[in-house]
């Protein structure tokens, strides 16, 4: 049977592994695409300082990009160590676009990194800078690849259920593909590393105006990082991720529990502001609300009403009993492969199979369900509302500051006014942290706010884990706590001593390329005495 | 699926040559940086000297590694139930693996950023672990592929794996984990003597020829313990090569021996072990004769022999069974759904001839020796 400790912890590890290694991903999509930008006005303009600062920022890259790689192939293995039911229900779909990650995305950036840092002397300033877009959109397409995937979490499209197999299969790869929960979360993520990136650009910068040093260096750098940043956080805000989350029933609940809205209003739903949502009382102690806005902003519309979560619980009774149903077919399937009326009578049920698996955590027989196991299966369907409530506002809080931020930036930079006006200095030093804060907010918004499914209305989370023992995970939990910690100090003190230390002030290498428009062809072998 | 040109079975029996191939991939490109890394602390004795070492690899590594992750990502994709089963079940000496690969990038990353002598110190022991350990380990694993793993299905197709950590750690397996190594080494030795000049070629040769050898020996040895020792594995039941991907369906019985039935049905897989030996062979004449690029070619067949040697003999097996031979898993029930075959079949004939001609292009300009010299110009090196 299940062992919900072994879950318990199974998902503390993934949260924990990929909420790390997402501290990483977003400045490595911002920071590779404001390099190319540096990179590009130096080969445009051939004036040095631009190179130096694609040198200086590639450095601080560098050190960042490690760790993502470090933890990343933990992301990829941890699937099969830790989910293996889930690997073997899911793989058919799921692992393609993984593999076709590494395989278009992330062999791409992986390869070209090296000759980023290596090829400085070795290549045309073109060439160069060919190789630093590369890294740029392999890290991107990475990024289009991984969302692809957990947009098929959020929203499964294109498969069905073998019960030849017992797993879903792919039925329609276009619409995995163009799933429009995919597109929208890529959207909503590349943008916000896009902020984080030149949120990290604008402090540092800062931070040498402050302190008088390197002033040509850092006013540039700021110029580029506060209107990339402008277009970026109105890009995270207006191209938000919203629009996604109307597909589908599960959807439904995610908004309703970020709103806290517990009953269903007449249209248009008012919004709440602040609230102290009850998950025990299935109510809020304490609101302040505008009425309409939600209706409003949530359905586009005047009329469309938005479920609150205790009617959503209701039709989730509905589809757990058609899912008790189901798992009844599908068993007459089992015990008789070749019953072609029992096939048919499951091809017309499967939709509803995932709703019947959340039984199984109160009884193995899901087809002999009581009443009462059917209620309790459809409270679990409640994802914890303060949680999505409170981190949904601070990162929506957080993306109207950057707006706001970065509008303030760009003008005191359009002015020319970057080194005089010293309270925009202090306050993008003091917002660093903050597109980290909003960005660990939305991870758990996003997939916190899947749960009580690992795939939504296909699979629940606790039925995916692997069948390991409480030793295993906590020897692992343990050491990825260690190893984490004492990396991330280590991380921060490169990263540090990097900035203390700062740009060079002059050429750190001699520029051995040949002239403009060159190709991006390595030079003759003959010209080049180090080989 | 009648767009589709290729039948189920040809779809699978492709996959299972692109696993091969894969593996084979990260073996050759990756194995030299294992390679190397392992080789770190005994080819180069002092920080130049170490520097040296670790900027023959640097530029290359990280591109090198996407083959283990397209690897993992391919047989998630392509095997799901030996991607669920081997993953879970070898849990820990997974975590193994994954501390030594999240050790290398900062390994390689952070090391020379501060000139301090104990600092560089934790990183090269960073840099050792992350090539050893993975060189091991990874043939622990292929050892008890071939032993068979205790894991059963339950009738929804859920995996148990009944064995623990030092279950794992078998002789025979400790046996595959050395070939892995050695081999491995012996690539790494080649390629440093194809990247470096003076002492630390020097030393590199010495220590690949031991190598090399030591793989020859290794290897004959595992043959023999294949043959006389081993259990193989048998299946007893006709198998439906197109049928659902449904490992509950067929019978096995484990016999000694087995795993060499394919080489008598099929003489020519003879030329598998025979690579094996005879591209050792070829890097040892290659690193006793000063011939840097024989020596890696040589290598690189070796590699190619040992692993195709493995994957033949199992055929077609991916994962035995020991506990319930009946549920191993198989080529022709282990895999994901036929369109699911076809569309990584077509992204894989689309992309990676493009990664391997960008991959070249990079190699061509990273080419010519590492020095002292070349990397005082950079101040990018490690």
Known sequence: MIDIDVVTLSRLQFAATAMYHFLFVPLTLGLSFLMAIMESVYVMTGRDIWRRMTLFWGTLFGINFAMGVATGVVMEFQF?????????YVGDIFGAPLAIEGLMAFFLEATFIGLFFFGWDRMSKVGHLAVTWLVAFGANFS??????????MQHPVGSTFNPDTMRMEITDFMAVLFNPVAQAKFVHTVSAGYVTGSMFVMAISAWYLIKGRHIEFAKRSMAVAASFGLASALSVVVLGDESGYVATENQKMKIAAMEAMWHTEPAPAAMNIIAFPDQAKQDNSFSISVPYLLGIIGTRSLSTELPGIVNLVDSAKERIRAGVSAYAALEAVRANPKDEAARATFAGKWQDLGYGLLVKQYRTDVENATEEDIAKAAADTIPNVPVLFWSFRLMVGLGFYFIGFFAAAFWVASRHKLGVNRWTLWLALFSLPLPWVAIEAGWLVAEYGRQPWIIEGVLPTFYAASGLTLWDLSLSLAIFLVLYTTLLVVELFLMVRTIRKGPHDRDPIEDTSPAHGASILPLPATASPRL | MNFIPLDYEALRLIWWLLLGILLIGYAIMDGFDLGVGALLPFVAKNDDERRIVINVVGPVWEGNQVWLILGGGAIFAAWPALYATSFSGFYLAMMVILIAIILRPV???????????????????????????PALILGVAVGNVLRGVPFEFDDTLRVFYRGGFFGLLTPFALLAGLVSLCMLLTHGAAMLTLKTDGPIAERARTYGRITAIATIVL????????????????????????????????????????????????????IAPVLGFLGMLIAILGFSGRLAWITFLGSAIGILGIISTAGLSLFPFLLPSSLAPNASLTVWDASSSHLTL???????????????????????????????????KNPNAY
């Open chain 2, 342 to 376: 076809w569309i990584m079949l077509l992204a894989t004939c689309v992309f990676l001839p493009i990664v391997l001609v960008y991959t070249a292009f990079v190699y061509r300009v990273m080419r010519g020796k590492v020095t002292t010299a070349s990397l005082g």
């Open chain 2, 219 to 270: 290897f004959a040895l595992g043959g023999l313990w294949v043959a006389y020792a081993l259990d193989g594995y048998v299946v007893t039941s006709v198998q439906d090569v197109l049928g659902p991907s449904n490992p509950l369906n067929k019978t096995v019985v484990a016999k000694t021996g087995a795993w060499l039935a394919n080489y008598s049905a099929h003489p020519w897989m003879m």
């Open chain 2, 107 to 133: 390994g390689f990353k952070y090391r020379s950023k501060i000139a301090d002598p104990r600092w560089r110190e934790i990183w090269d022991w960073a840099l050792f672990i992350g090539g050893f350990i």
């Open chain 1, 143 to 152: 990024a289009l690849w991984i969302l692809i995937a957990n947009g098929w």
């Open chain 1, 80 to 88: 099969g160590m830790n989910w293996s039911y889930y690997s073997h």
